[in-house]
């Protein structure tokens, strides 16, 4: 892993699903963008993104590949990580209208609907106003997307969808070190919500050699 002053190393799940684009945007933001697909490889990064795509099969791949152990290990560790759309509900807890076998990742505490906004022909952008940003609302665009149906007390709500008939419902959240969006960030121009991630992956790379270097002190004084 990367040193909290070097340009962070952060990782896509490169199993299926828009990969390259999310690539892209984290290149943009200054980090160092690589693909994963094994466990040594995700020992590797400072943070890890979960892209669009299919859920299902994202899971199967990860359990097949052996990477999905120890990436539900490394998430309740510390490490950060942001899913988009079907990445969205990976990160959930629980699931509704899912298939039995659906594994996940989990570590954020909502409970998301899977498709919940229809079939890809129901697909659409929204403006949305995203917390924490500065610049204006947010395009969004939906592929079959979740939402949220429920959120823990320990999460933040960062967007909902105003008007219509899913009016309200909650499409961004965040809880620590992770991040979930119901939307596709990676297809527009507008880099802010994976500015917002990197800089998540900046300051929690920061907080652990303030850690390293309390402990290498306090052992120092040990000695003396």
């Known amino acids: 892993m ?14 299926q699903g828009d990969v390259r684009e ?12 690589v693909p ?18 299919e859920s299902t099969t994202i899971a199967k791949l990860a359990a097949r590949s052996g990477v999905l152990a120890p990436l539900r290990a490394a998430v309740r560790t510390g490490l950060p990580a942001y899913g988009s759309c079907a990445g969205m509900i990976l990160l959930a807890d629980h699931i509704l209208d899912a298939p039995p076998d659906q594994e996940t ?22 403006e949305l106003v995203f917390e924490g940003l500065t610049g204006g ?7 079959r997307a979740p939402w949220v149906e429920k959120a823990g007390q320990e999460v933040e ?12 419902r909650i499409v961004a959240v965040r809880q620590g070190n992770l991040v979930a969006t119901s939307f596709h960030p990676e ?3 507008d880099r802010r919500v994976h500015a917002l991630f990197v800089d ?21 004084r040990g000695l003396s």
């Open 187 to 189: 297809l527009t121009g």
């Open 157 to 168: 709500v960062l967007g909902r969808i105003v008007g219509g008939g899913a009016d309200g």
């Open 200 to 220: 998540i992956v900046r300051r929690h790379l920061a907080q652990q050699a303030d850690s390293a270097h309390h402990g290498a002190v306090g052992n120092e």
């Open 105 to 126: 990742v989990g570590g954020l505490d909502v409970t998301v609907r899977r498709n919940a906004f229809g079939r890809q022909v129901d697909s659409f952008e929204s």
């Open 2 to 15: 990367s040193t909290a002053t070097a340009r962070p190393v952060v990782g896509v799940l490169a199993l």
């Open 22 to 33: 999310h690539l892209t945007a984290l290149r943009e933001q200054g980090a160092d963008a």
């Open 137 to 143: 609302p947010v395009r969004a665009v939906f592929i």
């Open 36 to 53: 994963v697909r094994r466990p040594e490889e995700l020992a590797a990064v400072d943070g890890l993104v979960l892209p669009g795509g």
